[in-house]
């Protein structure tokens, strides 16, 4: 099992960057799968980013591509999403994931609790 701790949200303008960070504690943190997703106001979470455990694999949405770079540091047990030219639409909960089957945009199994990034016009 693994415990994850998402840190870096805040409030940005349009146009700003942002680093999310998530630190994993728990066994094995560098055989598992890690994903980011967004849940905005009144809408169901979705799909951000994800990386595979040995990080030669990351898969975006398609609102992020160009936008956005998922990464992650195993000697650190943390994992990164670093987000560009922010957008009002970005404005959710974010929320780091992990699953050691590997990487699924429909879902991983242990969720961290989320930070909130608020991107205002």
């Known amino acids: 099992q693994v415990q994850l701790v998402e840190s870096g949200g805040g409030l940005v303008q349009a146009g700003d960057s942002l680093r999310l960070s998530c630190a994993a504690s728990g066994r094995s943190f560098s055989r598992y799968a890690m994903g980011w997703f967004s849940q905005a106001p009144g809408k169901e979470r979705e799909f951000v980013a994800a990386i595979t455990w040995s990080g030669d694999g990351t898969y975006y949405a398609d609102s992020v591509k160009g936008r956005g770079t998922i990464s992650r540091d195993n000697a650190k047990n943390t994992v990164y999403l670093q987000m560009n030219s922010l957008k009002p639409e970005d404005t959710a909960v974010y929320y780091c994931?992990?699953?050691?089957?590997?990487?699924?945009?429909?879902?991983?199994?242990?969720w961290g609790k989320g930070t909130l990034v608020t991107v205002s016009s």
């Open positions: 994931a992990a699953d050691p089957r590997g990487v699924d945009r429909n879902g991983m199994e242990y």
